[in-house]
């Protein structure tokens, strides 16, 4: 079993920045992904950035450039820097964990972009 905590979200005025973090305990063992998706209300779930234990990065096209994502692997742990946040940016956001079949989603958390 894996589990996964999420931290970070919030209320942020446009153009400015949060961090998400997520840390992953259990079963972890290697060669996994990990990365975040975000839903926005009558919208599907989409991907926001995956990183995986060997430091392959990949992010969604509405990204371009505004959100990083890193890794500590000595803890499992994900942070999802976001600058340049826009309103469109609101959404809930779900840390994701994958190991071959095993497919783990966070309790998600809410970032509002709003003035």
């Known amino acids: 079993q894996v589990q996964l905590v999420e931290s970070g979200g919030g209320l942020v005025q446009p153009g400015g920045s949060l961090r998400l973090s997520c840390a992953a305990s259990g079963n972890i063992f290697s060669l996994y992904a990990m990365g975040w998706y975000r839903q926005a209300p009558g919208k599907q779930r989409e991907l926001v950035a995956v990183i995986t234990n060997t430091g392959y990065t990949h992010y969604g096209d509405f990204v371009k450039g505004r959100f990083t994502i890193s890794r500590d692997n000595a803890k499992i742990l994900v942070h999802l820097q976001m600058n340049s946040l826009k309103p469109e940016d609101t959404a809930v956001y779900y840390c994701?964990?994958?190991?071959?079949?095993?497919?783990?989603w966070g309790q998600g958390t809410q970032v509002t972009v709003s003035s």
């Open positions: 994701n964990f994958k190991r071959g079949i095993l497919d783990v």
